[in-house]
Structures are given as structure tokens and as C-alpha cells.
């Protein structure tokens, strides 16, 4: 199921610094970054829900937003790319 995860944390101060890198780090561990704060996100619903409940976890709902965009699994022909940066296949070799 391919999810696109979307977030805006407020770091004025840091632990707002901190959540920001926490959200990052813990997005880039099952997904694709496409762009600073938006994320690819393509695993099984059993998975995506973990994802789903640590990131609630890490954002302060008071200063944050984080929104997730459900996709479903015949994503390919909702996602168009275009600009410089390269597209990927999400569902290909990752080289780690």
C-alpha cells in the first residue's frame, strides 16, 4: 500500500529540532524522501500502521502537522513526476 506522509514541525525551539530529526530518521527507515518533508511510503497495511502510530507519537499535535495521503496499492498511475530531480521505482532494487 503506497502512502505519502507529509509533515510540518515547528522548530523554534529544539525539541521541535529534535522531533524534526526523530520524524525524518524514522520516515527514511520504510520510505522514499521525494521532497524535504514529504516521504514515499510503500509497505503492507500491517506495517503502515506502526509507522502510522510512532509518528503520532513523536509530533507534539499542539505546534506540528502530519498528514498521510492513502494511495492504495494501484498507485502507479496517481503519482506523475516532473523537474530535475530523479523519479525512482519504489518498487525496485533498493542498494543500501
Not at 37 to 62: H, R
Request: charged share 30%.
Amino acid at each position: 500500500m503506497m502512502t505519502l506522509v507529509s509533515y510540518d514541525v515547528s522548530t523554534i525551539d529544539a525539541e521541535g529540532r529534535k522531533r524534526l530529526r526523530k520524524i525524518s530518521k524514522h520516515c527514511q527507515n520504510y520510505g522514499q524522501r521525494v521532497q524535504n518533508s514529504v516521504f514515499e511510503i510503500n509497505v503492507d497495511y500491517g506495517t503502515f500502521l506502526k509507522v502510522k502510530d510512532q509518528l503520532l507519537k513523536i509530533i507534539d499535535s499542539e505546534k506540528d502537522s502530519l498528514r498521510i495521503y492513502y494511495l492504495g496499492n494501484k498507485w502507479q498511475n496517481r503519482i506523475e513526476h516532473f523537474g530535475a530531480k530523479e523519479t525512482y521505482n519504489p518498487e525496485g532494487i533498493l542498494i543500501i
